[in-house]
């Protein structure tokens, strides 16, 4: 399999060009990675509880991640600090895919960022469960690989079915009409349950701006926002 390689035509977040290659992954790297390490972690865990303690646990790991998926995107990703040093690294995680959203090699969290995340969340919920937390930690990684290829599948796949399409018109109002909101991408009901979905009110305010600078309404791949309803809830 060839490893994903920097373009000219990409933006460039480091001089290094090896450094620069750990910010890119493919879909495919992504998969066989991750297929691996969500296979190792089955493996450890298997006899670690009942099964339907194990699926309680794995459901819960799925929610965890839910929810840290929604707090860093919110409060870490889309943080505007005072200094110009952490404004660059707020660029680095996340500014440059709303820069670049078309970017593929860029739509799924390099393992430089999500190995670390993994090895303190394992960590912390080890010392705290012990081994029984092994499917807790199994549930986390798996809401972290569903996360992440419906963020990808959002920019880049047709999802043409009613399920995928409510994933897919959620993330990407976020993207093309207020990035203020719409922060989860697979636990939506986090979105409405803290205040911060997308509402029609939002939709005609840009809707409006649209029409007064460039004549047109604002639109994007796969949902029409002036056009297609909302899916029903």
Do not use: C
Request: no cysteine; charged share 15%.
């Amino acid at each position: 399999m060839k490893g994903p390689t920097s373009s000219d035509k990409r933006l460039r977040l480091f001089e290094n060009r090896w450094l620069e290659k750990l910010t890119v992954i493919s879909v495919g790297w992504f998969v066989a990675i991750w297929a691996t390490v969500l296979t190792y972690l089955g493996v450890t865990a298997w006899g670690s509880a009942p099964v339907i303690t194990a699926l309680g646990l794995v459901a819960a790991g799925w929610l965890l991640f839910t929810g840290l998926e929604y707090v860093l995107h919110r409060y870490l990703f889309h943080w505007t600090p005072k200094s110009d040093w952490m404004a660059k690294v707020v660029f680095v995680m996340h500014g440059n895919h709303h820069l670049e959203p078309a970017d593929k090699l860029r739509a799924l969290m390099p393992p430089i960022v999500s190995f670390p995340i993994g090895i303190a969340v394992s960590s912390l919920i080890a010392l705290t469960f012990g081994q029984t937390g092994d499917w807790l930690f199994f549930g986390f990684v798996l809401g972290y690989i569903v996360y992440d290829i419906t963020h990808y599948a959002s920019h880049h796949w047709p999802m043409s079915n009613r399920l995928a399409t409510r994933f897919k018109r959620h993330h990407l109002l976020h993207h093309f009409i207020a990035d203020h909101g719409n922060y989860a991408v697979t636990g939506l009901f986090w979105d409405r349950l803290l205040g911060t979905k997308i509402n029609a009110a939002d939709r005609r305010v840009r809707r409006s701006a649209a029409g007064k600078t460039a004549g047109v309404s604002p639109s994007f791949p796969g949902a029409d926002v002036d056009e297609a309803p909302e899916p029903a809830e």
